[in-house]
């Protein structure tokens, strides 16, 4: 007998591109998330991804140029209080967005 061919399943649906909202000269006082390694010579793009990825995160803050280390990513456990710093980059996460309702009944 011939082997039957199973359908292959469907790809999995595509990774929702992490979303955040990008506050250039700024940066987040405290609340630094002690336990988790600097992210460094990252991007504000990949500041946010490893944001996204972590439920707890609320915001990144991406250090500057002329900051020690350069262009590193602290994930942050709060995304206030801002405060001016030239050259840094703050990734506030959003919030997901919510399924819309169904429609009532008619």
Do not use: H, Q
């Amino acid at each position: 007998a011939a082997p039957v061919a199973l359908p292959l399943p469907p790809p999995p649906p595509p990774a929702a591109a992490a979303t955040c909202d990008y506050v250039e000269g700024n940066d987040i006082t405290g609340a630094d998330a002690l336990d988790e390694p600097v992210l460094e010579g990252a991007t504000r793009e990949a500041c946010c991804v490893a944001c996204a990825s972590k439920p707890w995160c609320a915001a990144a803050v991406l250090s500057g140029p002329e900051d020690e280390p350069r262009f590193a990513c602290w994930l942050k456990t709060k995304a206030a209080p801002l405060r001016a710093k030239a050259g840094v980059v703050t990734c506030i996460k959003r919030a997901a967005a919510a399924a819309p309702r169904p429609p009532p009944p008619p």
